[in-house]
Each structure stands twice: as structure tokens, then as C-alpha cells.
């Protein structure tokens, strides 16, 4: 028996975490993403054998760190071994870069904050090849790994036979810009002008990377268990339905924000769709999964690809149920379509049915019909600007930047954390001033909501002012003077027939309540001064913003009283519609107006005073009544 030396172990151990190109752009990927990067873009030649450039805008790496930088174990991560199960990076071990450097040469180019000049290093078996060397950096970091596996002859030969590295490479980005929504990622071959990844929205990146037929054939799926017995998790995304038709499944999975297989999940997921579906179609799925951080050991696989999972085979079942449940229920509405009635026999006149049926008669249908128009001609409509412009309330905007969605406390008000203090937001209030605020920002730019049956305007302006026929038809003649500009600048378009058949998108991934229709035209006919521009665009913007925002919807609540009058009426379709309806809304409130609101919104000075948001009490002064409880 010999003792092996260091230098060999250390390749042989390299080659273990480092197998394929891929696993050395994962783990530089995933490097970027500790270091807070908001934007990472990965350049690949040759398959990754050649080149693996992976460059990001996050923090850096000290100079005084650079040293020991490519070490083994050698991490900023984790000090401790109990740290683990708090972790909440994506790294821990610190070996995938000093690994990288026994099996390629890596180049580090890195500036820190505040920092006037960047440095420059390459390294070799874990150290540095020379001191560090001053240069021009742009923030964040780049790595360059060249020659992958030059000392491992096999390896390389092995991969230079098989063509598909790049796609792979390809497939692990566009997992990770659909799960990293708020970061952008990019991918590209070396000396290819187009990037193969490119992501915006987690919707959009869907549809740009697995096509327009999966994401317009996708459906939400939630499940949460708060089980005492131990099965805790929170799992939301989004499954294909019956209408897509794949031979492959694709499962995007990330558990703790980590992109991770499952293949007990995969195959549970696969036996409902063949046990649900007549076709034999293999389902898209995207799942993000939370659990509490000491129900999941990371570290059972060394490129920590597998996770294990406390209770696993009841968060499976309990997964396995709610995607069945969503198909068939989607399987039987699928065949449904809108009725060719003429709109007053579709809309209940009946007093006690306050909706109307509307919303079946109008269900829009989202388009992604971008708008092409030269930003410069609308960009420099001053009175606009003037608009946008408007003072914002500075210690409201920190609340709003920074507050936590806890949930809704009424229809109307949601309870939201900032700091140690609990506030009471009015949704209705604060989306309506978002919608306003992103209707005069997308001015002139809008994505385009389509209507799957154009709605004649005046009958629906009647529906709005019940009878009165001579006023609808002045209203109606006065928008369709007008549709010219309302297509253009607001993407609200008329038709010459004067049918309304196309609405803008306000905030992405929200259609606004269709049963507000009337309302909206009425209010545009009403309340729109049109001679002056400015007034004009504001008021244009302001009924859109009334419109689109998040309003009870006008079926009652079934979950509170409401469930009532469901009871009399005996009427189980108009009950679900307004259950969906409420969870449709609540969805929103959550997963659209709260995150739009953190990045986009400015708060008028107005709500600190008119009770768009009422501080409840402070959490030390909960604790303090909870105590003597
Ligand atoms: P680990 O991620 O497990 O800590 P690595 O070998 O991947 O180990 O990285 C070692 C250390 O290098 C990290 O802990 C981090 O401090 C630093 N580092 C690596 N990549 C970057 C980067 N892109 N930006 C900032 N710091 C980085
Ligand atoms: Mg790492």
C-alpha cells in the first residue's frame, strides 16, 4: 500500500464534482447567485471543453480572499457544521472552484464595492499562478475556466463524442431563469450573436425557452401542509394541461430554491396524467417546493443534485392528489365555449344576481401581440412625463419596497409586515394606483389582451347605465371618434363596428375583472376630459387604473356570509364561478400586485393619510400580549 499523492487525490476527487461541462457551469452559476447577482450571462465554446465564461454583477471577491480563493474547503459560506441546516446558499462545501483548477485553467476577474480598479488571477491545482494584477472591471465577477479536462485524457475524449454539452448547458440555464424569476440569465455560444437563453418573466422564459405551446397550455397548481406530524412544505407552480401534447416530460424542480431531480415525484406526477388523460400526452411541469430548511439533508449527493426529504412519500402523495384534482377539473370545462347569445340574454338581469354572467361571455383571452412602435415618437410626450413624475411619499415608498405579504385580513384589506410593525394595506386602493402609474409607463407600449368574442360597446355601456339607451348610444359614438387614439396610446381598440375587442396588459400575467367591462367604457365615455392632453391621458389612465385594479370581485365572497346567498340560489355553477373568481383574486394579490408593487409602485403622499395604509400594532408590543396569554 502507497500513500497517494496530494496532487492525485485531489484531481481524483475533482473529477467527482466536476464530471461534465454542465456541473462546472452549475456550480458557477450557482456561485453567482450567492453572491447576490441580479444578472449572469455564460458564454460556452466547444461544448464547454474550450470555454466556460460565467459572468455576473454581484458582489465580488475581496483582494485579500483571492489568495485562498481556489482552495479546497476553503469557504465564505459556512463556519460551522450546525450552520447546514440554516444554510440558505447555494454553496457550502467550497470545492467546486478549486476543483475546476485541478482539471482546467481558471482565470478570475473580480471588483469588489467602491473599488476603483478590479484584479486579475489564474490559478493552478488550488493556487494562485502569480499575484494578482490591477485591471478594468465592470461590477461583479467573471470566470473563465479553459480547457476542461486537459489532464484527463479519457474524460475529455469521451465528451468530445458527444454533441449535446452545449444543450445541456443550454437546459440547466433555462431551468434555473424560470425558477431565479428576479434574475435575468443569459447564454450564448462563443462568437454567436443570439443568446440561446434569455429570460424575462418566469412565464416568458417558459414560453421563450419550451415554446408558445407549453406556456399557453399551463395551469397553476398550489399545495400547502402545515402537518404536525411533520409533513410541512409549500409547493406552488405551474403543470401542462390536457390540451399540450409532449412525448418527453420536462419536471422543473427546485426544493429550497435549489434546481434538483426527484424521480419519485417525476413518476407520480407522469402516473396521473396517463391515469387522467384519454391522449397519452407526457406533462411540462414547474414546481418550486419550500420546506423547513431541517427537513432537507443537501447533502447526501456530491454535486448535492439529490436532496432527501423528511416525510417525503406523503408530500409526494399529497402533490400527487392536488395535480390530479386541478386536471380533472380542467378536463371538464375544457370543452366549453362561449355561447353566440346576444350579451342581454347572457347577463342575468336579476337583481338578486349581482354579477351578471359577463365574465363567460367576455373571457379574455391573453395575446402576446407585442405592440411595435418607435419608443422615441411617444417617449418624449412631455405631458407624460409630467405624469410619471409625480411626488412620490418617501417614507411610504421604504414600506412599500420593503414589506412582507403576511395575507388578506378582509376583501378588502391585506396585512402586511414591515420591520417589527404590522400594517393593514387597502389592495383595492394601492393596485389601483399601480395600475394607473404602469398604464402611463407602458404609454403607447402595451402587450395586448385579446377578447375571445369582440363585445358590442354600446350594449355593454347599457349594461353599465341599465336602460337608458340614448346615453349609450352618444357614448358609443364618442368612443369610437376616439378609438384611433385609444388604440394607440392605451391599446384599447374598438373595432369600426364598434365592438371592443382588444384590452392592454397592465401588469404581466393579470387580466383585469371582466366584469367591470361596462363600468370602465362608461366611465371612459363619462368622466375623459378630450380636449386637453394632459387630462386627457390622466384621466384615460386613471379609469384604466380603475378598472384593472383588484376590487372584490362582484360575486360575494362564498368563504364568508356570502356562502349564503349561494344556498338560496341553489345554483353550484354560479358558486364556483365565485369561488375562483376569490382565489383568482387573492392569487393576485399575492403573486402579482405585491411583487409589481415592491419594484414599480410610488406612493402618492396622499396614502400616508387616507388609510391606504394603517398601522396595526407593533410585533414587540404582540409578543408582550401573547406572553401573559
Ligand atoms: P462554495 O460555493 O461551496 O463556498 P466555491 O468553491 O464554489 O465554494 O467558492 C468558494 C468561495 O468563493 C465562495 O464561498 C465565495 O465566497 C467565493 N466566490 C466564488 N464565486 C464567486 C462569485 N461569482 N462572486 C463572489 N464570490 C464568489
Ligand atoms: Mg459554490
Same mark, same amino acid.
Given at each position: 500500500?502507497?500513500?497517494?499523492?496530494?496532487?492525485?487525490?485531489?484531481?481524483?476527487?475533482?473529477?467527482?464534482?466536476?464530471?461534465?461541462?454542465?456541473?462546472?457551469?452549475?456550480?458557477?452559476?450557482?456561485?453567482?447567485?450567492?453572491?447576490?447577482?441580479?444578472?449572469?450571462?455564460?458564454?460556452?465554446?466547444?461544448?464547454?471543453?474550450?470555454?466556460?465564461?460565467?459572468?455576473?454583477?454581484?458582489?465580488?471577491?475581496?483582494?485579500?480572499?483571492?489568495?485562498?480563493?481556489?482552495?479546497?474547503?476553503?469557504?465564505?459560506?459556512?463556519?460551522?457544521?450546525?450552520?447546514?441546516?440554516?444554510?440558505?446558499?447555494?454553496?457550502?462545501?467550497?470545492?467546486?472552484?478549486?476543483?475546476?483548477?485541478?482539471?482546467?485553467?481558471?482565470?478570475?476577474?473580480?471588483?469588489?464595492?467602491?473599488?476603483?480598479?478590479?484584479?486579475?488571477?489564474?490559478?493552478?491545482?488550488?493556487?494562485?499562478?502569480?499575484?494578482?494584477?490591477?485591471?478594468?472591471?465592470?461590477?461583479?465577477?467573471?470566470?473563465?475556466?479553459?480547457?476542461?479536462?486537459?489532464?484527463?485524457?479519457?474524460?475529455?475524449?469521451?465528451?468530445?463524442?458527444?454533441?449535446?454539452?452545449?444543450?445541456?448547458?443550454?437546459?440547466?440555464?433555462?431551468?434555473?431563469?424560470?425558477?431565479?424569476?428576479?434574475?435575468?440569465?443569459?447564454?450564448?455560444?462563443?462568437?454567436?450573436?443570439?443568446?440561446?437563453?434569455?429570460?424575462?418573466?418566469?412565464?416568458?422564459?417558459?414560453?421563450?425557452?419550451?415554446?408558445?405551446?407549453?406556456?399557453?397550455?399551463?395551469?397553476?397548481?398550489?399545495?400547502?401542509?402545515?402537518?404536525?406530524?411533520?409533513?410541512?412544505?409549500?409547493?406552488?407552480?405551474?403543470?401542462?394541461?390536457?390540451?399540450?401534447?409532449?412525448?418527453?416530460?420536462?419536471?422543473?424542480?427546485?426544493?429550497?430554491?435549489?434546481?434538483?431531480?426527484?424521480?419519485?415525484?417525476?413518476?407520480?406526477?407522469?402516473?396521473?396524467?396517463?391515469?387522467?388523460?384519454?391522449?397519452?400526452?407526457?406533462?411540462?411541469?414547474?414546481?418550486?417546493?419550500?420546506?423547513?430548511?431541517?427537513?432537507?439533508?443537501?447533502?447526501?449527493?456530491?454535486?448535492?443534485?439529490?436532496?432527501?426529504?423528511?416525510?417525503?412519500?406523503?408530500?409526494?402523495?399529497?402533490?400527487?392528489?392536488?395535480?390530479?384534482?386541478?386536471?380533472?377539473?380542467?378536463?371538464?370545462?375544457?370543452?366549453?365555449?362561449?355561447?353566440?347569445?346576444?350579451?342581454?340574454?347572457?347577463?342575468?338581469?336579476?337583481?338578486?344576481?349581482?354579477?351578471?354572467?359577463?365574465?363567460?361571455?367576455?373571457?379574455?383571452?391573453?395575446?402576446?401581440?407585442?405592440?411595435?412602435?418607435?419608443?422615441?415618437?411617444?417617449?418624449?410626450?412631455?405631458?407624460?412625463?409630467?405624469?410619471?413624475?409625480?411626488?412620490?411619499?418617501?417614507?411610504?415608498?421604504?414600506?412599500?419596497?420593503?414589506?412582507?405579504?403576511?395575507?388578506?385580513?378582509?376583501?378588502?384589506?391585506?396585512?402586511?409586515?414591515?420591520?417589527?410593525?404590522?400594517?393593514?394595506?387597502?389592495?383595492?386602493?394601492?393596485?389601483?394606483?399601480?395600475?394607473?402609474?404602469?398604464?402611463?409607463?407602458?404609454?403607447?407600449?402595451?402587450?395586448?389582451?385579446?377578447? !375571445?368574442?369582440?363585445?358590442? =360597446?354600446?350594449?355593454?355601456?347599457? +349594461?353599465? $347605465? %341599465?336602460?337608458?339607451?340614448?346615453? @349609450?348610444?352618444?357614448?358609443?359614438?364618442?368612443?369610437?371618434?376616439?378609438?384611433?387614439?385609444?388604440?394607440?396610446?392605451?391599446?384599447?381598440?374598438?373595432?369600426?363596428?364598434?365592438?371592443?375587442?382588444?384590452?392592454?396588459?397592465?401588469?404581466?400575467?393579470?387580466?383585469?375583472?371582466?366584469?367591470?367591462?361596462?363600468?370602465?367604457?362608461?366611465?371612459?365615455?363619462?368622466?375623459?376630459?378630450?380636449?386637453?392632453?394632459?387630462?386627457?391621458?390622466?384621466?384615460?389612465?386613471?379609469?384604466?387604473?380603475?378598472?384593472?385594479?383588484?376590487?372584490?370581485?362582484?360575486?360575494?365572497?362564498?368563504?364568508?356570509?356570502?356562502?349564503?346567498?349561494?344556498?338560496?340560489?341553489?345554483?353550484?355553477?354560479?358558486?364556483?364561478?365565485?369561488?375562483?373568481?376569490?382565489?383568482?383574486?387573492?392569487? !393576485?394579490?399575492?403573486?402579482? =400586485?405585491?411583487?409589481?408593487?415592491? +419594484?414599480? $409602485? %410610488?406612493?402618492?403622499?396622499?396614502? @400616508?393619510?387616507?388609510?391606504?395604509?394603517?398601522?396595526?400594532?407593533?410585533?414587540?408590543?404582540?409578543?408582550?400580549?401573547?406572553?401573559?396569554?
Amino acid at each position: 500500500i502507497q500513500r497517494l499523492e496530494e496532487s492525485v487525490v485531489n484531481r481524483i476527487a475533482a473529477g467527482e464534482v466536476i464530471q461534465r461541462p454542465v456541473s462546472a457551469v452549475k456550480e458557477l452559476v450557482e456561485n453567482s447567485l450567492d453572491a447576490d447577482s441580479s444578472s449572469i450571462s455564460v458564454v460556452v465554446k466547444d461544448g464547454g471543453l474550450k470555454l466556460i465564461q460565467v459572468s455576473d454583477d454581484g458582489h465580488g471577491i475581496r483582494l485579500e480572499d483571492l489568495p485562498i480563493l481556489c482552495e479546497r474547503h476553503t469557504t465564505s459560506k459556512l463556519t460551522k457544521y450546525e450552520d447546514l441546516f440554516s444554510l440558505s446558499s447555494m454553496g457550502f462545501r467550497g470545492e467546486a472552484l478549486a476543483s475546476m483548477t485541478y482539471v482546467a485553467h481558471v482565470t478570475v476577474t473580480t471588483i469588489t464595492k467602491g473599488q476603483i480598479h478590479g484584479y486579475r488571477v489564474s490559478y493552478k491545482d488550488g493556487v494562485m499562478e502569480h499575484e494578482p494584477k490591477a485591471c478594468a472591471a465592470v461590477k461583479g465577477t467573471q470566470i473563465m475556466v479553459e480547457n476542461l479536462f486537459y489532464n484527463m485524457i479519457a474524460r475529455r475524449k469521451t465528451l468530445q463524442n458527444s454533441a449535446d454539452d452545449y444543450g445541456k448547458i443550454v437546459d440547466l440555464l433555462s431551468r434555473m431563469a424560470i425558477h431565479h424569476n428576479e434574475v435575468s440569465f443569459s447564454c450564448r455560444k462563443h462568437g454567436a450573436v443570439k443568446a440561446d437563453v434569455h429570460s424575462v418573466s418566469r412565464l416568458d422564459s417558459i414560453r421563450s425557452i419550451y415554446g408558445v405551446s407549453v406556456a399557453k397550455n399551463l395551469m397553476k397548481v398550489e399545495v400547502s401542509s402545515a402537518d404536525s406530524s411533520g409533513c410541512t412544505f409549500d409547493m406552488e407552480g405551474f403543470i401542462s394541461s390536457s390540451n399540450y401534447v409532449a412525448k418527453k416530460t420536462i419536471l422543473v424542480l427546485f426544493i429550497n430554491d435549489r434546481l434538483v431531480e426527484c424521480s419519485a415525484l417525476k413518476r407520480a406526477i407522469e402516473i396521473v396524467y396517463a391515469a387522467t388523460l384519454p391522449k397519452a400526452s407526457k406533462p411540462f411541469v414547474y414546481m418550486s417546493i419550500s420546506l423547513p430548511r431541517e427537513h432537507v439533508d443537501i447533502n447526501i449527493h456530491p454535486t448535492k443534485k439529490e436532496v432527501s426529504i423528511l416525510n417525503q412519500e406523503i408530500m409526494i402523495e399529497m402533490i400527487q392528489s392536488e395535480v390530479e384534482l386541478k386536471l380533472r377539473n380542467a378536463n371538464d370545462t375544457r370543452t366549453f365555449k362561449t355561447p353566440k347569445v346576444p350579451v342581454h340574454k347572457m347577463v342575468r338581469t336579476d337583481a338578486a344576481d349581482p354579477a351578471g354572467r359577463l365574465h363567460a361571455f367576455l373571457s379574455a383571452v391573453r395575446s402576446s401581440i407585442r405592440q411595435r412602435r418607435n419608443p422615441k415618437e411617444t417617449a418624449d410626450l412631455s405631458s407624460v412625463q409630467e405624469l410619471i413624475n409625480g411626488v412620490d411619499h418617501p417614507g411610504l415608498l421604504e414600506t412599500v419596497r420593503n414589506c412582507t405579504y403576511v395575507g388578506m385580513a378582509d376583501d378588502v384589506f391585506a396585512l402586511v409586515q414591515h420591520k417589527t410593525h404590522l400594517y393593514l394595506a387597502n389592495v383595492v386602493n394601492l393596485s389601483k394606483e399601480l395600475m394607473y402609474q404602469q398604464t402611463l409607463r407602458r404609454f403607447a407600449h402595451f402587450n395586448a389582451i385579446q377578447l !375571445s368574442d369582440p363585445a358590442p =360597446l354600446s350594449e355593454l355601456i347599457l +349594461l353599465a $347605465l %341599465k336602460e337608458e339607451d340614448k346615453i @349609450a348610444e352618444m357614448n358609443a359614438e364618442l368612443l369610437k371618434e376616439k378609438a384611433e387614439m385609444l388604440e394607440e396610446y392605451f391599446s384599447v381598440y374598438m373595432d369600426s363596428n364598434g365592438n371592443l375587442s382588444r384590452l392592454p396588459v397592465i401588469l404581466d400575467q393579470y387580466t383585469p375583472d371582466m366584469d367591470r367591462v361596462p363600468e370602465f367604457l362608461l366611465c371612459l365615455g363619462n368622466d375623459v376630459e378630450w380636449d386637453d392632453e394632459k387630462a386627457c391621458f390622466q384621466g384615460v389612465s386613471a379609469a384604466i387604473g380603475n378598472f384593472y385594479a383588484m376590487h372584490p370581485p362582484l360575486l360575494p365572497n362564498p368563504s364568508g356570509d356570502g356562502i349564503r346567498f349561494y344556498s338560496k340560489m341553489l345554483d353550484q355553477d354560479l358558486l364556483s364561478d365565485a369561488e375562483n373568481a376569490w382565489a383568482q383574486r387573492e392569487w !393576485s394579490i399575492q403573486h402579482v =400586485l405585491f411583487p409589481s408593487m415592491r +419594484l414599480f $409602485l %410610488k406612493p402618492p403622499a396622499s396614502m @400616508a393619510s387616507n388609510g391606504t395604509f394603517v398601522k396595526v400594532a407593533s410585533l414587540e408590543k404582540l409578543y408582550k400580549i401573547f406572553e401573559r396569554c
